[in-house]
């Protein structure tokens, strides 16, 4: 039977209708605009890494390991932290020049957009985007007690040996919703030692029973897994890796093989934590608190405001459900989300005259 003119002009207003849809929603990933920061330089005493200079047709900044190398996940739903963590990362930095930035983004996100933001804001930054395929994870991810927790890009921190080159064997990896306020070389100084491969501070006063579940714990063969280890509580969103070491010990395997646990006999709750601590605690370098003030977003529930660990402050980490920008869009913002408040580019949408 022939399509009648009102099926097809019924076709023509369903397709219409989604791609109006469709523009709205890719409206909606431009709709926040970013300042451009200011460029910052090197001190006279920074190694000079020669931007003519290639090894095995990488740029020689993002190869070389005379430059401290940072990894981040980078998405539209962070762009707003991440922008305030890159700027705090370069106006602290004595070399802000050797900073050699590694963004991992969803294969289905767009790149080019994202990579755009980045340039207009800090047109001078040594940084890669490499494209994470989420569906390698998602088929492994089980439901945690916060939805924001299953991302998959949440995961990629368990694949920078799989993503980034093989010519970067040292990274530190740093979460989107913090703000550095020391030089983040002295944190890639940090000693592995011999063995270890990461590097990440960690806290043995947190009870580390609560990230697995009773089925965990009751079965003797897996509780086992703690045995001679003086495992301890440590945050994933700041950490040394050495990629070499990760590579060879082949940690992403011994990640996926715990995940895949958990799809079939629940052992915890809390997204891509406990498989981290699962393969690694108890076995790292241990590095000052003063690293990683984490915890600033309140609990994974209500978000409330929280103070500052006791001691010096090099890194402050809204971890958590409250995040600074929301709260203070939200004009209900907590006392220290002020000091994340002078890394925010976002530009506002009128300017007053001086």
């Known amino acids: ?11 023509l207003l369903v397709f219409t209708f989604f791609s109006l849809a469709a523009n709205a929603t890719a409206a909606t990933k431009i709709t926040q605009q970013f300042k451009e920061a200011p460029q910052f330089y090197n001190s006279p ?3 000079v890494i020669s931007d003519e200079d290639e090894s095995d047709g990488e740029d020689s900044i993002l190869c070389s390991d005379q430059a401290v190398h940072v990894a981040m996940t980078l998405d539209t739903a962070y ?12 106006q602290h930095s004595s070399c802000p020049q050797n900073i050699a930035f590694h963004f991992v983004a969803s294969a ?3 790149a080019s957009l994202l990579r755009a933001t980045i340039s207009s804001s800090f047109p001078y930054l040594n940084f ?3 494209p994470f395929d989420d569906s390698s994870v998602s088929r492994l991810i089980s439901t945690s007690i916060r939805s924001a927790l299953d991302c998959p890009l949440n995961y ?8 980034l080159p093989l010519c970067v064997r040292r ?9 550095l306020v020391d030089d983040i070389a002295k944190l890639a100084a940090t000693p592995l030692g011999d063995n270890s491969v990461l590097a990440a ?3 043995c006063n947190a009870n580390f029973t609560s990230y697995f579940t009773l089925t965990f714990w009751s079965n003797p063969s897996l509780s086992l897994t703690f045995a001679n280890r003086k495992a301890c509580y440590f945050n994933t969103g700041v950490m040394v890796i050495d990629l070499d070491r990760w590579r060879e010990g082949d940690y992403t395997t011994r990640i996926e093989e715990w995940m895949e646990l958990q799809k079939r006999i629940r052992i915890y709750e809390l997204g891509s934590l406990p498989p981290f601590l699962l393969v690694f605690a108890g076995n790292i370098v241990p590095v000052d608190h003063r690293w990683n003030q984490h915890g600033l977003g309140g609990d994974n529930f209500r978000g409330l405001c929280r103070d500052l660990h006791p001691g010096p402050v090099s890194l402050l980490h809204w971890s958590g459900k409250g995040k600074p920008w929301a709260r203070l869009d939200a004009n209900r913002p907590c006392p220290l989300d002020a000091l994340w408040a002078p890394y925010d580019l976002l530009q506002t949408p009128f300017a007053l005259d001086s």
């Open 201 to 203: 501070p960690e806290y």
């Open 45 to 47: 005493d920074c190694p």
């Open 1 to 11: 039977m022939p399509e009648s003119p009102l099926f097809h002009f019924l076709l």
């Open 108 to 110: 289905t996100a767009n």
């Open 156 to 163: 990629a921190r368990s694949y920078l040996a799989n993503l």
């Open 79 to 90: 762009i707003r932290g991440s922008m305030a963590a890159i700027l705090s990362v370069l």
């Open 128 to 130: 890669e985007v490499y």
């Open 171 to 179: 990274v530190m990896y740093l979460d989107s919703d913090l703000v």
